[in-house]
Nanobody, 126 residues
Framework: QVQLVESGGGLVQAGGSLRLSCAASGRTFGSLNMGWFRQAPGKEREFVAAISRGGGATYYADSVKGRVTISRDNAKNTMYLQMNSLKPEDTAVYYC???????????????????WGQGTQVTVSS
């Protein structure tokens, strides 16, 4: 089992920045491919960014590309999401996800992940 705990959400004005963290426990962190998803009220959960086990490969949704950076520190068992130039449409609950599966078929799909955190709220005011 893997436990994921997000932190760093909050209320920020448009144009501001936030850094989300996801702390993992229960399994060797470096064996996990990981990602961030978000869900706004009344909308489906959507992909934000993903990062491979060693951090060598990263993936971003078009809606956040250039404004968001995903990273990880395997020594600290923590993944990060640095978000800049935030927009009101970025308002959502942000979820950390991880997969222990050997094959990471589709990093963009929520079905590729078998562990999820409880989420952290990000609210961007205009």
């Amino acid at each position: 089992q893997v436990q994921l705990v997000e932190s760093g959400g909050g209320l920020v004005q448009a144009g501001g920045s936030l850094r989300l963290s996801c702390a993992a426990s229960g399994r060797t962190f470096g064996s996990l491919n990981m990602g961030w998803f978000r869900q706004a009220p009344g909308k489906e959960r959507e992909f934000v960014a993903a990062i491979s086990r060693g951090g060598g490969a990263t993936y971003y949704a078009d809606s956040v590309k250039g404004r968001v950076t995903i990273s990880r520190d395997n020594a600290k068992n923590t993944m990060y999401l640095q978000m800049n130039s935030l927009k009101p449409e970025d308002t959502a609950v942000y979820y950390c996800a991880a997969t222990s599966r050997f094959v990471w078929a589709d990093p963009f799909s929520h079905s590729a992940y078998n562990y999820w955190g409880q989420g952290t709220q990000v609210t961007v005011s205009s």
